[in-house]
């Protein structure tokens, strides 16, 4: 039994240890209000509870490649570091309208910044692609879907052993404007490479990354790039896009 008499939100399992022995794990999860100034940040009125499970936006069937994480679960054994996840919407500074701006999170020495983009084309002019169109906002909201990446559904006739499958930008499959290059398309099986390229020959204007980060811009839609963003990543963060399974996932979407 547990007593919680910190107002804070709880949950109590039982995990298996390395030798399959049974560990008793607490999660104790605070909600607090921001402050200014450096003051000390209060505890909120009204309490989160502990996440049970990931929680997704976007997800589509079972298709999770196309998901971004809103939410990550707090029910892990061993968190060995603090994690800092941002959420929301980056606002021009003084409420002006802005076609890119400046935004990020730092605490301490540890900073993030990102550079934010009004939304924008890539645009097929010879020789290759040309960023296009930019408009002014004063506001973005900070999600991986607007940031550099994407994948491409591979049809039904050319699935191999009957399994669908999905060529994508692992480090964010969810996002914007990425198209393949040499170096993949030459890993692919003739059919599907093929297929790939006719949907890239065909393309004269995508939406082109929102969000990218501040000392990196992104030109072109087969650059290879990090994922940039100030959330949760479900997804590893490798930058060699490869050939994704879809598989079935249990998923809570907004």
């Known amino acids: 039994m547990v007593v919680n008499a910190s107002g804070l939100s ?5 995990k298996a240890g390395p030798a399959g022995e049974l560990l ?21 009125a009204e309490q989160e509870a502990c ?51 400046v935004a990020g999170v730092r605490i301490g020495p540890v900073r993030k910044l990102l550079r934010l983009h ?9 020789p290759g692609w ?31 052993d009957d399994q669908a499958e999905v060529i994508g930008y692992p480090g964010n499959p969810a ?10 398309l030459a890993s692919l099986r003739k059919p599907l490479r093929r297929y790939v390229q006719s949907i890239a020959a065909n393309l004269q204007e995508m939406p082109a990354p929102q969000i990218e980060a501040a ?4 030109h072109q839609p087969d650059q290879a790039v990090a994922t940039q963003g ?6 590893g963060g490798g930058r060699v896009p490869t050939i994704l399974p879809r598989t079935p996932v249990t998923a809570v979407t907004r």
């Open 10 to 14: 709880h949950y109590w399992f039982e």
């Open 24 to 44: 008793d794990v607490l999660v104790v999860s605070g909600t607090f209000d921001l402050s200014a100034d450096g003051q000390p940040v209060p505890l909120a």
């Open 51 to 101: 996440a049970l499970h990931d929680e997704f936006a976007g997800v589509v069937g079972t298709k999770l490649h196309r998901a971004v994480m809103v939410r990550d679960s707090d029910l892990v054994p061993y968190k060995p570091a603090t994690d800092i996840l941002v959420q929301g919407h980056a606002h021009v500074p003084d409420g002006r309208l802005s076609d890119a701006w």
């Open 118 to 126: 009004g939304p924008r084309q890539f645009r097929r002019r010879w």
């Open 130 to 160: 040309r960023l296009d169109g930019t408009e002014v906002i004063h506001s973005l909201m900070l999600d991986y879907r607007l940031a550099y990446g994407g994948c491409i559904d591979i049809p039904a006739e050319l699935q191999v």
């Open 175 to 184: 996002g914007l404007a990425w198209l393949p290059g040499p170096a993949t």
């Open 215 to 218: 000392d990196m811009a992104v």
């Open 230 to 235: 100030l959330g949760p990543w479900p997804v």
